[in-house]
């Protein structure tokens, strides 16, 4: 429950105050519609000497009808806008801490999973003020003005309205939540246990289709949509039962109305139109308090997807910005000193003893086996990881001792894994530079060897490339993230395997195409193939885990 306390009171006091004042309205201008109109029905059946005796009647009708409506609204725009509000600071909070955790603290976890809970369940988390919080408010608000209405027109009627309500609006949320949490919780994990597999499906659609897991996929599937339906059910048998009882209570509390201010009536002590409006009032101000039963059947849900929500919140970024940053020197050499680095859990070292420097300028290819950690230094030289001993420095200042924005702002980088966004040829590369224009967009794709992707793609550079590239092949994909990189104005460039995926022939062209652009850039590059490089570069063998640095003859 704090959890999502937590998570209302961001929406700002004012805002949270307007709109239960006017959910309030709303819930009493509907009290006071059916009380006047039936007043108004009583007081016409009593065939008065003159209409003017009906008039007030007949302005709060009108005037509470309109109210209603009116009312309903504002709240409606005033509660909306605060959750909508919520939901984009948990969003934004959310993705802005993903950010700090990739890729180190990200290790294992599930791009689905991760996809759940910045996607459903903070969209879950919609119902913590609609549906919970302001409601529940708005009743006792509510409740506090029925009863003292009730106590001036018929004392005696008070402590039984006191009594319905308290089991409307404190008993059955109380059983609801209870009752329904297993089956909330349960539903909250299958849905982002099947957003994960459906993600995971999607991307490995192709072997699933041909390599024989389809049958074990439609099983996994299959165990998913089960549990969400025994759930829902579950829920079902929840809610429905506390809407029986809601709608009993507010009939039990029109009898009781009726039964103790009819003897007022028949005393003469109470006037007759009072019958019908306390009747009717009475039982307009259930509205109130009758649907926390059902309402409070979702805390279960809600209370799984803010835990999920907490426990990504909770983990630390393996790297972190120092205390008290360094400035960005001027000299941009690149240097390993002495490096060794393990990843957890692994009783191997990936690099020990690593001594590397990339002057300003120069070009290094770093060459060898795979597992040898040449993706691993490109990784500790953008601070993805810190090394376990020894250090990566830039001008003489050790890498953790500098800000993580200053520090990757000099590396324009293509890793391996060329990421490539559902949108546009002109989207993907203007992640590189905001400010290109489409001659010089053109020409680089020109240069790249993707002239006939420019073709082929419907509108050229507005031609959609699919999700996550599905519509070009893996070389396409790969020069596109060059590209990319190319056009960031970086004065380092790392390129990672950028030609794993090319013929010789386009190879080559890229090479160029690298060499040509990034004349003032410094690049460090890992690649399985050293004898398409040109002379400028020089060759770094890595050999188990200690490096050979050799010139290209």
């Avoid at 990504?312 to 002495?338: I, K, M, N, Y």
């Amino acid at each position: 429950m704090s959890g999502l306390w937590r998570f209302v009171q961001g929406g700002g006091r004012a805002r949270m105050v307007g709109s239960v004042l006017l959910g309030t309205g709303t819930v009493l201008a509907s009290v006071g519609l059916l009380a006047a109109s039936g007043a108004l029905i009583t007081g016409a059946a009593l065939q008065p000497d003159s209409l003017l005796v009906l008039l007030p009647l007949i302005t709060s009708v009108r005037l509470f009808g309109l109210s209603r409506a009116a009312l309903r609204y504002a709240e409606r725009l005033v509660s909306h806008d605060l959750t909508f509000r919520l939901l984009g600071q948990v969003r934004s909070a959310t993705l802005r801490h993903l950010t700090q955790l990739a890729p180190a603290a990200l290790v294992g976890v599930r791009g689905g999973d991760l996809l759940a809970r910045v996607r459903s369940d903070v969209d879950e988390l919609q119902g913590v003020y609609l549906r919970l919080f302001a409601p529940t408010l708005v009743a006792a608000l509510t409740a506090l003005v029925t009863l003292a209405l009730v106590w001036l027109v018929a004392p005696p009627l008070a402590p039984i309205t006191a009594g319905l309500l308290t089991v409307a609006g404190v008993v059955l949320p109380a059983v609801a939540v209870r009752a329904a949490a297993p089956a909330g919780q349960t539903q909250n994990a299958a849905r982002a246990e099947l957003g994960a597999a459906t993600l995971e499906a999607l991307h490995g659609l192709p072997d699933l289709l041909t390599g024989g897991g389809r049958p074990a996929a439609e099983q996994h599937f299959a165990g998913l949509l089960t549990t969400l339906e025994k759930a829902e059910i579950r829920r079902t048998q929840v809610t429905a039962p506390a809407n029986v009882v809601r709608d009993a209570l507010g009939g039990l509390g029109l009898l009781a109305a009726l039964a103790l201010v009819g003897q007022g009536v028949a005393a003469g002590r109470t006037p007759e139109p009072l019958l019908a409006a306390a009747a009717l009032g009475l039982l307009a101000s259930f509205e109130a308090v009758g649907n926390l039963g059902s309402a409070w059947a979702a805390h279960g849900a809600l209370q799984a997807a803010a835990r999920r929500l907490g426990g990504l919140r909770a983990l630390s970024p393996t790297v972190q910005d120092p205390q008290a940053a360094a400035a960005l020197p001027l000299d941009l050499t690149l240097r390993f000193e002495g490096v060794g680095f393990e990843y957890p859990g692994q009783d191997r070292s990936t690099l020990r003893n690593l001594t590397l420097t990339l002057r300003p300028g120069e070009r290094v290819a770093v060459v060898g086996p795979s597992g040898a950690g040449k993706s691993t230094l490109l990784a500790l030289a953008l601070r993805f990881w810190d090394p376990s001993n020894g250090r990566v420095s830039l001008g003489n200042v050790d890498l953790r001792g500098l800000q993580l924005t200053d520090l990757r702002a000099c590396f324009a980088w293509a890793p391996q894994q060329a990421e490539v966004f559902g949108g546009t040829l002109r989207g993907n590369l203007l992640l590189g530079d905001r400010e290109a224009r489409d001659a010089d967009l053109t020409a680089l794709l020109t240069d790249l060897g993707l002239g006939a992707l420019l073709a082929r793609l419907p509108g050229g550079l507005d031609g959609w490339v699919g999700e996550f590239g599905a519509q070009l092949s893996a070389g396409e994909r790969a020069r596109l993230s060059v590209g990319r990189a190319l056009l960031r104005a970086a004065p380092i460039l790392l390129l990672d395997e950028p030609t794993a995926h090319l013929d010789p022939a386009n190879a080559r062209r890229l090479l160029s195409t690298v060499e040509e652009r990034a004349c003032a850039q410094s690049v460090l590059m890992v690649t399985h193939q050293p004898e398409l490089l040109g002379t400028q570069w020089r060759v770094v063998q890595l050999t188990g885990h200690l490096s050979e640095e050799a010139e290209r003859t």
